[in-house]
């Protein structure tokens, strides 16, 4: 899906300068003049010129051959305010020996192209990133995301970079669950709040996006528990403080998995998985977390499972090689 419509675009850009100094409106606070943004898959370019218009730098990741002829054109008419780039952002950095081949592409070249140097995870923002996430594989798309930003791998190695994305109304419904709904309230909704502050900018129906399918338009994905009538543009910003305590990116995948097992059976005891787990003295980490010991997996909040995790690194009883193989295959399975 693509914007079309020039008011959907104007009302985009809007979003996108959101926090703009009161004496100068659409620029951040101490932000460079010309502020730069990463637009993958902006197909026919409408929202592009309206960023470029309003003295945006812009570097378009384009896929579809469709689209890049005009966007090339566009770049050749401007003096270096606008940059196209062929290939796909959901093909960052795959796992392939070798020479990658267009439209995947690397971070590091991308990054290089923008100019853009990596910054410590606590500095500003170093880029903003839009884009409209296919509902193709939506949902895998969205953990690809945050495994790299847990991980501070690809995108995610130059810093707090943060995204605008167009996503299902289903999906941000499931990222802002709150615990007890335990069919909502999910472990992608765990990891996701706690990695991210998420920000709902917008929320669109979906008949106002095109598409270029030769059927003329896409079928609205039905739903039978969660509303979807629109895509949420939602920014998630990494958190600043989310590498404190026994948490960092070296046993984060370790942390997921974690989080994701405690999810196979939302419904079940603390107790019993940390049984599971062969903790002996479960009570007593419960009591000193000051968690009910018959609390359930989907009644936890996203930071009781960090305060969890956080606890469980400095016991005696746990190793990290209790969750060694699984993590690898989840890793893999996601990659």
Same mark, same amino acid.
């Not at 469709?66 to 566009?74: E, G, N, P, T, V």
């Not at 690809?144 to 501070?152: G, K, S, V």
């Not at 509303?227 to 543009?233: F, K, T, V």
């Not at 190793?319 to 193989?325: G, P």
């Given at each position: 899906r693509f914007i079309a419509c020039p008011q959907l675009a104007r009302t985009v850009r809007r979003c996108l300068q959101r926090g703009a100094d009161p004496g100068r409106p659409g620029l951040q606070r101490g932000a460079d003049p010309q502020p730069l943004l990463l637009e993958f898959a902006p197909g026919p370019g409408i929202l592009t010129r309206s960023l470029l218009d309003a003295g945006f730098r812009v570097v378009a990741l384009e896929s579809n051959s469709?689209?890049?002829?005009? =966007?090339?054109?566009?770049e050749n008419s401007l003096d270096g305010q606008f940059k196209v780039v062929y290939g796909d952002f959901f093909r960052l950095d795959p796992l392939t020996k070798g020479a990658l081949k267009p439209p995947a592409v690397s971070s590091d070249k991308l990054f290089e192209i923008m100019g853009v140097a990596a910054v410590p995870w606590r500095a500003d923002v170093p880029l903003k990133i839009f884009g409209i996430v296919s509902q193709h594989l939506e949902r895998n798309r969205l953990w690809? #995301? #945050?495994?790299?930003? @847990?991980?501070?791998s690809s995108i995610y190695r130059y810093g707090r970079v943060e995204l605008n994305l167009f996503i299902s109304e289903k999906e941000y %419904?499931?990222? %802002?669950?709150?615990?007890?709904?335990?069919? +909502? @309230?999910?472990? =992608? %909704?765990? &990891?996701?709040?706690?990695?991210?502050? +998420?920000?709902?900018?917008?929320?669109e129906p979906w008949s106002s996006f095109a598409t270029n399918l030769k059927s003329g338009g896409l079928a609205i994905p039905k739903t039978v528990q969660l509303?979807?009538? $629109? #895509?949420? &543009?939602v920014r998630l910003t990494p958190q600043k403080n989310l590498f404190t305590g026994g948490l960092s990116p070296s046993n984060a995948s370790t942390f997921i998995f974690m989080v994701k097992q405690s999810f196979a059976k939302p419904r079940s005891r603390l107790t019993d998985r940390l049984n599971s787990w062969s903790l002996d003295n479960s009570n007593t980490l419960l009591k000193a977390l000051e968690i009910p010991k018959n609390a359930a997996m989907c009644n936890l909040y996203p930071e009781d499972y960090k305060r969890l995790f956080e606890a469980l690194q400095n016991s005696d009883m746990f190793?990290?090689?209790?969750? $060694?193989?699984e993590v690898l295959a989840s890793t893999r399975t996601m990659n």
């Open positions: 469709d689209f890049l002829k005009d =966007l090339q054109s566009l690809r #995301l #945050l495994f790299a930003m @847990y991980e501070c %419904t499931v990222l %802002t669950a709150k615990p007890g709904k335990s069919k +909502i @309230y999910q472990a =992608l %909704t765990v &990891l996701a709040q706690l990695g991210f502050e +998420i920000e709902l900018l917008h929320k509303p979807n009538d $629109h #895509l949420c &543009l190793a990290e090689s209790f969750f $060694h193989n």
